[in-house]
């Protein structure tokens, strides 16, 4: 049988993320490859680079875009999405906090 990872973001504390031009918090769980976190980005947050690391997660609070080169997507609480490898950023919209459950490897 395989082993099974729990992470009980309750009992983490929240760490200071700094990325590009904005300081986020972050609580993060790790399984082998995978990495579990729960991302808290602050209100009016834009990354100015691209990412290329792909993910998938779930909005939990707030809304943001995710663009891509040739489109931007739109994600509201409760979305879920996924982001292939490749030129993406984040925005937040309506000058709010977002707060992002994320999978991925880093």
């Avoid at 995978?34 to 290329?52: D, V």
Wanted: some cysteine; overall charge positive; hydrophobic content about 35%.
């Amino acid at each position: 049988m395989e082993d099974k990872v729990i992470t009980d973001f309750n009992n983490l504390r929240w760490e200071v993320w700094e990325k590009q031009n904005f300081t986020g918090k972050a609580k993060a769980g790790k399984y082998g490859p995978k990495r579990i976190r729960l991302l808290k980005f602050p209100p009016g947050f834009k990354e100015r680079k691209w990412c290329k690391v792909a993910y998938q997660g779930y909005v939990v609070e707030g809304e943001m875009e995710i663009e891509f080169e040739k489109e931007t997507i739109r994600c509201y609480k409760n979305s879920g999405f996924v982001v292939p490898a490749g030129n993406h950023r984040l925005k937040s919209l309506n000058n709010k906090e977002v707060i992002l459950f994320v999978i991925d490897t880093p």
